[in-house]
């Protein structure tokens, strides 16, 4: 269903064959794209587990297999699908650090094909841990374009430090120009700062940032709530939005200064966030106000493309939150080695492209996929 130019984009066999296969020439009986390809199908069709894989992988009609790279048998004269031993096998061995950046960029190419050139490019970053595997728990680092959902880059945080400190790690395969990183409190770190906004000659990449601010930097959080009182306290919201939606209405207002005094690296503006949330009746249950500061001047965007800025960060939690209802992330606690991560890798890989092909309810389509898995190479651009 992925149109748009995604013609100039090679299908994703080619992009799986850049994996490195670990095991010795000889005595293969699959081959790693095969393999790979139809992990990756049952994933679209709902499979949570490396159990579910296999079985789903046994009921995948031959057309599909074939389609997916599969061979004939040379004595059954038919495609045998991998068992979950191998998969499971296979998905333990590979460089998963490898398959993330190949699929990461395979779908930041898809996502770009009908893209217009020259628009400001938003993308999220966030961290996810991965609950109750074998070995401890894994914590992954991933990067998301706001307007398709797409996650275009994904590292393991090592277990000693924190996804603070895996930004170069985490973006450093992915293009940046005309770009704006956002990232929760967090990442409202100078060295993140220096490293996005900064010049190249310094190590920078020469992108723009727009980060939330809260308590765990309080002098930049001071500075922040100081500027926005300066530019005139009580003055109307430079935007405001309504959201009503789910039984209730949320109002989004927006306050934008200039960020002149705040020494913060490459700051140009200063941004209050505040969110009204109402039920049916028009009562407040709820009300949250945060800042944030940004690289970003007014020709570049304005309060109102802010404000859609500061919403769209938390996109990449709703990302998150489709990998623990839809595939149950954080209660398959069977992986060791590098299969939580190839598995999350995945699970990236299947909501990512249900979004790119324009899917509202990801787990209704899931179902309907699982029922029909013909549906399968509706949305696999192979």
């Known amino acids: 269903m992925i ?11 080619a992009v799986l064959a850049l994996v ?25 069709a709902g499979a949570r587990t490396f159990r579910e894989i296999g079985d789903h992988a046994a009921d995948l009609p031959q057309d599909v297999l074939r389609d997916l790279g599969g061979r004939p048998h040379p004595l059954r004269r038919k495609v045998i699908a991998p068992s979950e031993t191998r998969i499971r ?9 490898v398959l993330d950046q190949v699929l990461g960029g395979w779908l930041r190419d898809l996502a770009d094909a009908g893209r217009l050139d020259g ?6 970053v966030d961290g996810k841990w991965l609950r109750g595997v074998l070995d401890g728990q894994v914590k992954l ?32 395969t992915v293009g940046l120009e005309n770009a704006v990183v956002t990232a929760d409190a967090a990442h409202s770190g100078t060295e993140t700062a220096r490293y996005i906004a900064g010049k190249a000659e310094d190590g920078g990449r020469e992108a723009d940032y727009f980060l939330y601010v809260k308590g765990n930097t309080p002098t930049l959080q001071r500075s922040c709530f100081d500027a926005i009182q300066a530019s005139g306290q009580g003055r109307a919201p430079d935007h405001t939005e309504l959201d009503r939606s789910h039984g209730r209405t949320v109002r989004r207002s927006i306050w934008v200064t200039d960020a002149a005094g705040i020494d913060f690296p490459h700051v140009k503006r200063v941004a209050r966030i505040r969110r009204d949330h109402y039920d049916s009746d028009g009562c407040l249950l709820s009300k949250e106000i945060i800042h944030a500061v940004t690289s970003l001047t007014d020709k570049k965007a304005s309060a109102e493309a802010l404000a859609g800025i500061a919403r769209g960060q938390w996109g990449i939690e709703s990302v998150h939150w489709v990998r623990d209802t839809a595939w149950d992330e954080d209660g398959n606690t069977g992986y060791a080695g590098n299969g939580p991560q190839a598995m999350a890798t995945l699970r990236n890989l299947s909501v990512s492209l249900l979004y790119l092909n324009g ?10 996929i699982a029922r029909d898995r013909n549906r399968l190479l509706d949305y696999l651009p192979l």
């Open 119 to 124: 628009l400001l490019t938003a993308i999220a």
């Open 3 to 13: 149109k748009d130019g995604a013609g100039k984009v090679p299908g994703l066999l």
């Open 89 to 97: 096998t296979l998905l333990h061995l590979i460089d998963a650090d």
């Open 20 to 44: 490195p296969d670990p095991r010795r020439p000889r005595g293969r009986r699959y081959r790693l794209v095969f393999v790979l390809a139809v992990a990756a199908a049952c994933t679209l």
């Open 359 to 368: 899917v509202k309810e990801v787990i209704r389509t899931l179902q309907a």
């Open 141 to 172: 680092f991933s990067a998301m374009l706001h307007e398709a959902k797409a996650v275009i880059a994904q590292v393991r945080v090592p277990d000693d430090t924190t996804e603070s400190t895996q930004v170069k790690a985490l973006l450093g």
